[in-house]
């Protein structure tokens, strides 16, 4: 059996949040003796690998909701549970991959093309794939102000407006809120834009890569665990 000091040293957490962590339920229930004192085993430790690389992947706030579950689970649905994690994941990278590519795209487009001619709402709509509903919002946003036509009030989109746009839409399709966007949007100047929105997906991916990795590791400790509360 380990004592709290024991489980903080070999686990890299402090005794507090050992505790804490044990109080929330994202570790189960050490063993109290007869003096309160609680008395923990290799088994706490394994959870507490596990939060830490689930945490790595989602976040420590989704990783105490999800371990705090399925504990209590039986293996059936612990490993579907640990499986959508897995596919929410893979769900988030083939966005990255499709705006990776829409970008590719653009800018081959962008190079073939030449071309300085300008787009009503209704073309730059069909041309980039996505409603007219969404250039009027991210308009409204700030992230691209088109010219007004004639007393029609006709929006138009000019070359620089079109490819500011092009880039809004692969980040968004990215999964990229309006505020990160406009961050983006903000650092990005003229022919350099679509390099480092590039850059930016490919961050973005890497990054993933490794919340991917840490989740592949936590794997094995939730395994583990779950395996030995339900023998237990």
């Given at each position: 059996m380990l004592r709290t000091a024991q489980v903080s040293t070999a686990s890299g957490y402090s005794?507090?949040?050992?505790?804490?962590?044990?109080?929330?339920g994202v570790i189960p229930p050490a063993v109290r003796g007869a003096n309160d004192y609680?008395?923990?085993?290799?088994?706490?430790?394994?959870?507490?690998?596990?939060?830490?690389?689930?945490?790595?992947?989602?976040?420590p706030v989704e990783a105490r909701r999800l371990l705090v579950r399925i504990w209590t689970m039986d293996l059936e649905e612990a490993a579907a549970e640990v499986g959508a994690v897995h596919l929410r994941l893979a769900t988030e990278r083939g966005r990255l991959l499709q705006a990776r590519d829409a970008l590719q795209a653009i800018r081959a487009d962008t190079e073939s093309s030449g071309s300085d001619d300008a787009m009503t709402i209704t073309e730059l709509s069909r041309a980039l794939g996505v409603r007219s509903s969404a250039?009027?919002?991210?308009?409204?946003?700030?992230?691209?102000?088109?010219?007004?036509?004639?007393?029609?009030q006709i929006r138009l989109y000019d070359p620089a407006s079109i490819r500011a746009l092009r880039i809004v839409a692969a980040l968004r399709?990215?999964?990229?809120?309006?505020?990160?966007?406009?961050?983006?949007?903000?650092?990005?100047d003229g022919a350099e834009a679509g390099e480092a929105t590039a850059r930016v997906l490919q961050q973005r991916l890497d990054a993933l890569a490794q919340r991917t990795l840490a989740l592949i590791e936590a794997g094995a400790d939730l395994a583990r665990v779950l395996r030995s509360l339900r023998s237990a």
């Amino acid at each position: 059996m380990l004592r709290t000091a024991q489980v903080s040293t070999a686990s890299g957490y402090s005794v507090q949040q050992v505790r804490d962590l044990e109080r929330l339920g994202v570790i189960p229930p050490a063993v109290r003796g007869a003096n309160d004192y609680r008395s923990y085993s290799s088994l706490h430790v394994r959870a507490l690998a596990a939060y830490r690389g689930v945490a790595a992947a989602i976040g420590p706030v989704e990783a105490r909701r999800l371990l705090v579950r399925i504990w209590t689970m039986d293996l059936e649905e612990a490993a579907a549970e640990v499986g959508a994690v897995h596919l929410r994941l893979a769900t988030e990278r083939g966005r990255l991959l499709q705006a990776r590519d829409a970008l590719q795209a653009i800018r081959a487009d962008t190079e073939s093309s030449g071309s300085d001619d300008a787009m009503t709402i209704t073309e730059l709509s069909r041309a980039l794939g996505v409603r007219s509903s969404a250039l009027r919002f991210w308009e409204r946003e700030g992230l691209v102000a088109p010219r007004r036509m004639t007393s029609l009030q006709i929006r138009l989109y000019d070359p620089a407006s079109i490819r500011a746009l092009r880039i809004v839409a692969a980040l968004r399709g990215a999964g990229y809120r309006i505020p990160a966007v406009r961050d983006i949007l903000a650092s990005l100047d003229g022919a350099e834009a679509g390099e480092a929105t590039a850059r930016v997906l490919q961050q973005r991916l890497d990054a993933l890569a490794q919340r991917t990795l840490a989740l592949i590791e936590a794997g094995a400790d939730l395994a583990r665990v779950l395996r030995s509360l339900r023998s237990a």
